[in-house]
């Protein structure tokens, strides 16, 4: 063949070899690209999903958790006075309601959070449900308070660790201990203390500036 046809022939069809092999690779990059999309999107709507359920679960057991301490709070103080009858009522009432909540709607979110958590979360929900109902133990007996309150500041100090759990499978930094140090909890240090909120009601200004109507002058 005359190589002056050839040549314009063997370029064009490098040129048509070329241009599917590049429509392939496009092809394959947008395809590899719209899986990753959707990936992530997956990814993101597990995380959206999980942070509902763990939510609901933290909201609930820390609500039992206030809730069992109102109803120990009919409880005799040391078990050195009998209980009286209408607090004795009052604990049973409370204990109905408590169980009920804790049955149909406590147990039935756990289960919801096993399905989606890791082990260690899963576990320490569990720990967290078992400790909610081991609490009224004290109440059924009618023990004394002060036998009841360290298990209450125990179980307390669960769902804080279940609480960070959570927040480190969500991606989010641990609280750190539960245990607070500060002797001014909660005021922050580095603002001003209720003291400095004294106002002067006898008509005469301190020496910090502050006027007859009781507001702080600049």
């Known amino acids: 063949m005359d190589p002056q046809i050839l040549t ?4 064009g069809s490098f040129t048509l070899a070329a241009g599917a092999m590049g429509a392939v690779l496009a092809g394959s990059f947008a395809h590899r690209g719209e899986n990753r999309r959707q990936q992530a999107e997956v990814n993101r709507q597990w ?14 057991a820390e609500v039992m958790h206030r809730e069992i301490d109102s109803i120990a709070s009919f409880l005799p103080y040391d ?24 049955e149909d709607e406590l147990q039935p979110l756990l289960g919801e959070l096993q399905l ?15 400790a909610l109902m081991e609490l009224t133990i004290f109440l059924e007996r009618r023990q004394a308070f002060t036998s009841y ?23 989010l ?19 001003p203390s209720a003291e400095y909120y004294i106002q002067d009601h006898s008509g005469q200004s301190d020496s910090e500036g502050t006027s007859r109507t009781g507001t702080r002058e600049s």
């Open 8 to 11: 314009p022939i063997l370029t």
């Open 47 to 60: 995380v959206i999903d999980r942070r509902a359920v763990y939510a609901n679960y933290l909201a609930l």
């Open 79 to 102: 078990g050195k006075v009998k209980i009286k009858p209408e607090d004795d009522g009052f604990i049973s009432e409370g204990l109905t309601d408590y169980f009920a909540s804790w």
């Open 116 to 130: 989606v958590a890791s082990n260690n979360v899963a576990n320490l929900a569990d720990r967290v449900s078992g």
């Open 149 to 171: 309150y360290p298990v209450w500041f125990q179980a307390q100090d669960l769902i804080h660790v279940l609480r960070n759990e959570m927040r480190i499978e969500l991606g």
């Open 173 to 191: 930094p641990s609280h750190g201990d539960s245990v607070r140090v500060e002797h001014n909890w909660p005021w922050l240090p580095s603002r």
